[in-house]
């Protein structure tokens, strides 16, 4: 089928904590929505079968409970009631954005996902309802080609959005396609979690996912499009991930990914959105991970002095790292219960430090949340404090196969390479207790190759 996403560069309130009215709220989500229409028009011209926004596109954000109140539509649950709101304008109030989403994919004849900001009124005997007697949800809401309010789904895991409500339980959301059967649905930091993204997926066992994200980049594990193609990799899943572009503030990364193949976009230093179109299969099959390639033992020889272990921060986490030196090897590098061996060669030595590098703890830093990573990354310099740093461009090719006794079935494959650009392993999956991953020649200079595994129940 034919997926489009939109990396959208919001028009944002010059003051988003201001008290504005209904009418300026409705005038400045109005000029991002014609941005929006202009891409459905140009989607579905390339035959798109449905398209996808990002997290926060039409309002923006850095709002308060109160400030972004004017921006919220009515939304009714989609279950509740069968409702086309470009069809049906007058069945609720506050429904305009809906109203122009709906239209969008009516006349394209699109299937068509956006974020916005949605109310619901709740009654002062609901234990949950906010003192204020309203919910207020980051929601995603998705209609079919028709213009039919098919899925609305209540963002899970807030990233500190205190204007927004977490809903009471989590929600479980999908719509069905002619093209592609059922797509399930999160948002941006939900990815990172166990409820409702993997559940989801799990439970339904899904094969499509629509993803609106607001993403700040973080490097060396988390950038936008390492880890939107590590999920797909990981679930056996299509992902269409739409991120906002704001280099100033390290938003961009958006894509379309299958577990085999990605059509990325990444842009720090231009302005403007993108949109990307591409023709992928729906997934019927899972992909075997190919294991014929055992992964080697670390040698028993006593001779062998490994480097010395040495420590320092990566993305707050404090990693103990050994570095890897000289044009081949074999390493190994321990914490808590978690040991990381690494197998490499090179073909050229350059001048730049790499370690490889071990973490087995709670992550607590901007959320918590347990992680399980062995990581072979490039530093910053050639000093062993610099490592961890975030690094874009590499010249090194490294053939490696690194692997980990992880305790967690949940492990994210990410291989980043220099420009912020992907590549795929030759070949990785479960041996003998151990999670591999392996490389021969990546397609341009290494930047990260690491195991990001997520101990769920550790949280």
């Known amino acids: 089928y034919v997926a489009a996403v939109y990396e959208h560069e919001s028009i944002l309130s010059p003051n988003p904590t201001a008290l504005v009215d209904r009418q300026a709220a409705l ?14 028009v140009a989607a579905a011209r390339q035959g798109a079968q449905i398209i996808v926004f990002p997290e926060d596109g039409i ?8 400030s972004i109140y004017p921006y919220l539509d009515f939304v009714v649950p989609s279950q509740s009631v069968k409702w086309n709101p470009c069809r049906e304008p007058y069945l609720f109030n506050d429904t305009e954005v809906l109203q122009r989403l709906s239209c969008m994919a009516l006349k394209n004849k699109i299937f068509l996902v956006a974020n916005l ?12 309802c906010p003192s204020d007697g309203r919910y207020q949800f980051n929601t995603n809401v998705a209609f079919n080609d028709d213009g039919m309010l098919v899925a609305t ?3 899970h895991n807030l ?12 929600d479980y959301k999908l719509f069905d396609t002619p093209f592609a059967g059922k797509f399930g649905m999160f948002t941006c930091f939900d990815i990172l979690f166990f409820e409702p993204a993997v559940n989801l997926i799990r439970q339904h066992n899904l094969k499509q996912i629509v993803y609106p994200t607001a993403w700040m980049n973080q490097l ?5 499009v390492e880890f939107q193609q590590a999920f797909s990799t990981a679930f056996n899943v299509n992902i269409l991930a739409a991120n906002i572009h704001h280099p100033t503030l390290g938003m961009t990364g958006s894509g379309i990914y299958t577990p085999v193949k990605s059509f ?7 302005y403007g959105g993108k949109l990307i179109v591409a023709e992928i299969p729906v997934i019927t099959t899972d992909y075997k991970n190919n294991l014929e390639k055992t992964p080697g033992r670390i040698s028993e020889k006593g001779n062998e002095q490994l480097p010395p272990p040495f420590y320092a921060e990566m993305m707050y986490d404090n990693f103990t790292f050994i570095p890897v030196w000289g044009e081949k090897g074999e390493l190994q590098v321990c914490a808590n219960t978690l040991c990381c061996y690494l197998s490499y060669q090179r073909a050229v030595l350059t001048d730049e430090l790499y370690a490889l590098g071990v973490f087995d703890g709670l992550h607590t830093v901007h959320g918590t949340y347990y992680v399980q990573a062995c990581a072979l990354v490039k530093c910053g310099g050639l000093s062993f404090s610099s490592c961890g740093q975030e690094v874009t461009d590499a010249t090194a090719l490294i053939d490696f196969q690194l692997w980990g006794n992880m305790s967690t079935p949940y492990i994210f494959p990410l291989l980043l390479t220099s420009g912020i650009t992907l590549d795929f392993a030759d070949h990785m999956g479960w041996k003998n207790n151990h999670y591999f991953i392996s490389k021969n020649r ?10 990001y595994g997520r101990w769920y129940e550790k949280d």
């Open 442 to 451: 990546t397609s341009s200079g290494l930047l990260t190759a690491a195991l």
């Open 27 to 40: 005038e400045l989500m109005g000029r991002n929505l014609d941005i929006y229409e202009q891409q459905v």
């Open 117 to 128: 900001g949605t109310k619901q009124p709740c009654e002062h005997t609901d234990p949950h």
């Open 264 to 270: 990325i976009y990444h842009n720090m230093e231009s």
């Open 153 to 155: 789904y209540r963002k």
């Open 220 to 224: 060396p594990l988390l950038s936008a």
């Open 159 to 170: 990233y500190f959005e205190y204007a927004f409500d977490t809903p009471p339980e989590p």
């Open 59 to 66: 309002h923006g954000f850095n709002f308060t409970r109160s």
